[in-house]
């Protein structure tokens, strides 16, 4: 139902998505911006490269690939590509965060286009698995992309999310974890390490890559074969990002998960922006 983007036109997207979060940021001080602004390249991909089938027009169309936004803290990136794409007015994005609105600091599924609650970490990839199971038994080939963040992965539930999916063979499921090495209150390595993580799934019997997540052409490429394949297998991404990436000031921040951005400072890093 949607169509592909040139690589120019895409990049031109990241640029916009970004500078539309820090705006945001303006509007609802209370989302996350270092956290969202860390995965753009991977959601421009996924709604601009033709990697993800949907519909616009009717967000709950029974043969759209379902996209869950496991990391709710930084998926406020999502909001600028819905209204972008026509999934609602863009007029709403000046509301983000109000009383009223449907778009929400952490997004739900009041917002067309997106598919789950959100902002109880650690349960999306339990959610893709029965999503995945459904599709199944009623043979439909659509994927289930989910998107955590590495921080998420401390939590349990994922791991038993892991193990479920590797033991159904739910090879319709394409994880990516935005490994942007920070968690809320400083560096993952020192919170708890995930290292090797590729590794860990693979022990878990998942099929594992990793890809710089800011390397648009690698993104596109990784994840479209990786929808493609099935090999019944799990697949998932290990994207390594910068948290903050595009503003200097958040990407040095070890604690930039929790930074409020000053509208002074809002002003100043819209300047340097592309």
Known sequence: MNGPVNSASVTARVDWVRRKIVVMAKIAPGIRVASSLSAVEVLCALYYGDLVDFDATDPHWNDRDRVILSKGHGSIAMYPILADLGFLDMQELDHVGHDQSRLTVIPEPTAPGIETTNGSLGHGLGVA?????????????????????????????????????????????????????????????????????????????????????????????????????????PKVVISHTVKGRGVPELENDPISHVRVLSGEAIERILKQMP
């Open 129 to 233: 698995c029965g999503i995945a199971i459904g599709l199944r038994q009623r043979q439909k080939d659509q994927t289930v992309f989910v998107l955590c963040g590495d921080g998420e992965m401390n939590a349990g539930p994922i791991w038993e999310a892991v193990m479920f999916a590797a033991h159904h063979a739910l090879d319709n499921i394409v994880l990516i974890v935005d490994d942007n090495k920070r968690s809320m209150l400083g560096d993952q390595v020192d919170i708890m390490g995930l290292a090797p993580l590729a590794e860990k799934f693979s022990a878990f019997g998942w099929q594992a890559i990793e890809m710089d997540g800011h390397d648009l052409g690698a993104v596109q490429g990784n994840l479209q074969r990786l929808k493609v394949e099935r090999l019944g297998a």
